[in-house]
């Protein structure tokens, strides 16, 4: 995708496409800088790219790619059986970008736009450099002013966008790009040395955040990169590698050590209660004792409404479970099911877990079926987050979600490759 395709198009439908391509990059960008900049570009590339949509009869894949508009219309289903119609509506508002798969999917059918993943990329890694650049600011002003190292973790560090989100966003682009400079696909000295840097900057950034699920995904993703530069790069790089990642990852965890001890320490405890069937699992504010007291009740939830609450009712059910509990901190802080997959059990009982699950495994399957590191990677990312928070419940999840599930899905649809896992 180059400017010049608008001069080579040749009807209006062909410029109006390419100027929704561009709007829903605009959109990406935005993601990781500020939620509320997201949907004036997203709209603009929904209506430019809607004479498209027609094409989407001839895409392949179709069964895989409509996924998530199924899962949109059982919560449309879901309403139904709600009585709290407020939320059920703004719960399918939040949503609402599930449906674009077919315009996405249909956009990148034009010549133009089979390329798109790229440039995709290169706006999301834009968006998260000034999200890193506005957070930094932030953390700055935060240690300047009270002197914690804590100022340079977490929420902290994460400005705008949820940690848990941001961790999510970089360890995709820390795998995309770490995975393209490793095989060569990058042209020029001067290219591959600046995607050399930004990994440096998002394995850096990823491990400060110290969200749990980040983390996971940084250990995740180094590994396989880790194996895919012993395949690729002689073995006189190795040595270099290995010391660039151990004091990139080393400088910013002797920074943060007793904030991710106390984590580490946090995450034990509550397991330990939980265990032992501790009162204060219920009324001790951690994210961790809040997420298994969340988790329980949602578990509960589900084997007494095996069709679900309900697309509205999904809080008044975890809310009567935690007040029968006497679970104060999830009262307090209203918790929702903090896993996506317990979260659709909760709301559409069994056939949406069994959906949201489909979600996830089925991207995976067809990512190792095709050899598609790409997207093997980005469904083992999206499982690991999805465990652990309700990644579809907020548009920062459902945008970044939709837009590369449509384009990887589609990537994967139109290649055939010979070296295992090699996009």
Known sequence: MHLSDWHSATTWKERSAFAGRCALLL?????????????????????????????FGSVKDKGILLLPVVFYLLHVLGMAWTTDTDFGLFDLEVKLSLLLVPLVAAGRAQPS???????AMAALSLGLLVAMGLSVHSAWTCFAANGWLECFTQSYLSAYIHPSYMAWFACWSLFYWGWELIDGNLPGGRSRAWAGGWLVVLLAY????????????????????????????????????????????????????????????????????????????????????????????SVQRIAASPWGAGTGDIKHALMACYQE????????????????????????GWPGLL??????????????????????????????NGAIESVLEVQAGVVFF??????????????????PMQP
Not at 28 to 46: E, M, W
Not at 113 to 119: H, M, N, S, W, Y
Not at 264 to 284: C, K, M, N, Y
Not at 365 to 382: E, P, Q, S, V
């Open 113 to 119: 736009g089979r390329d798109l993943p790229r440039p």
């Open 206 to 297: 990823a491990v400060l955040l110290t969200s749990k699920s980040g983390l996971l995904g940084l250990a995740l993703v180094t590994a396989v990169l880790l194996i895919r530069a012993m395949r690729k790069l002689p073995r006189g790089a190795w040595p270099g590698v290995g010391a660039i990642l151990v004091v990139v990852m080393a400088v910013p965890l002797y920074l943060i050590g007793p904030v991710l001890t106390d984590r580490i320490g946090e995450t034990t405890s509550a397991l330990g209660r939980l265990v032992r069937g501790d009162a204060d699992l219920l009324t001790v504010e951690t994210s961790s004792n809040e997420r298994l007291v969340a988790w329980s009740c």
């Open 27 to 55: 959109a990406i960008a935005a993601l990781p800088v500020h939620g509320p900049l997201v949907p004036i570009p997203l709209a603009l590339g929904i209506v430019l790219l809607l004479p498209q949509v027609l094409a």
């Open 355 to 384: 959906l949201v699950c489909a979600l996830m495994l089925v991207p995976l399957a067809i990512g190792l079926l095709r050899n598609d590191a790409f997207l093997a990677i980005f469904a083992l990312l999206f499982i690991i």
């Open 325 to 348: 509990k006497g679970a104060t901190a999830a009262i307090q802080h209203k918790l929702n099911s903090h896993s996506q997959v317990l979260q659709s059990g909760v709301a559409l």
């Open 402 to 419: 939709i837009l590369f599930f449509t384009l990887l899905v589609r990537r994967s649809g139109g290649q055939h490759r010979k070296d």
